[in-house]
């Protein structure tokens, strides 16, 4: 073989071998660059979905308040002074909680909007804890129809049965701040369970 045989075949094999490299260095960065945008997307997502439960978290307990101001009641009226007492306490705490409940659902309807993309992209895991979440309010609107039906019975329910009592009321009102009341540590266990979910992806931003 002559020299420039043998320069001519060093060459093309460098050529191949350059091409090659090229080649792997190519996909190496797509799989990086497509790593990096699944890491960008899963971190979106999972801020998106943490701040709407923890706006859902803080309207609900807005919506817990035992304090009710004068100005939340039905033209100016409270809850202690009417011709027809039983009703118009009553229709007044119905207008407090409708009033109330509609914050909730708006962050409901975002948080459900955020819940369906992290689905989207990590599966049905995620499903299992927001439900939870969901399942709660169920129980705390269902506590709060069992309070009106008790004021338009005149407190009557709540008298035949003083201990079923109690738990609506714990489980309508309760403070931000109360430690020992069963449905919050629910919610908060709720919340905790949707920030585990989370965590992994928001450490990757």
Do not use: C
Request: no cysteine.
């Amino acid at each position: 073989m002559s020299t420039l045989e043998i320069v001519t075949a060093i060459k093309d094999v460098v050529l191949a071998t350059a091409g090659i490299v090229t080649a792997v260095v190519a996909v190496l960065g797509l799989k990086t660059w497509s790593r990096q945008l699944r890491g960008t997307a899963d971190f979106e997502v999972a801020r998106k979905l943490a701040k709407a439960t923890y706006k859902l978290r803080d309207e609900i307990q807005i919506y817990r308040s035992p304090l009710i101001r004068p100005s939340e009641f039905p033209d100016g009226q409270s809850d202690d002074g009417s011709t027809d007492r039983t009703r118009t306490r009553a229709n007044a705490y119905g207008h407090v909680f409708s009033a109330r409940w509609e914050p909730v659902y708006a962050a409901l309807q975002e948080f459900d909007t955020q819940t369906l993309e992290v689905e989207a992209l990590w599966g049905t895991s995620v499903r299992t804890k927001t439900d939870e979440l969901r399942r709660l309010l169920r129980v705390l609107w269902a506590a709060t129809e069992a309070y009106i039906d008790n004021e338009h019975s005149g407190g009557e329910h709540f008298k035949s049965d003083r201990e079923f009592g109690v738990k609506i009321k714990s489980e309508v009102f309760a403070s931000p701040q109360a430690q020992d009341n069963e449905l919050s540590k629910k919610f908060q266990a709720a919340v905790q369970a949707v920030e585990v979910e989370l965590k992994p992806h928001l450490k990757r931003g």
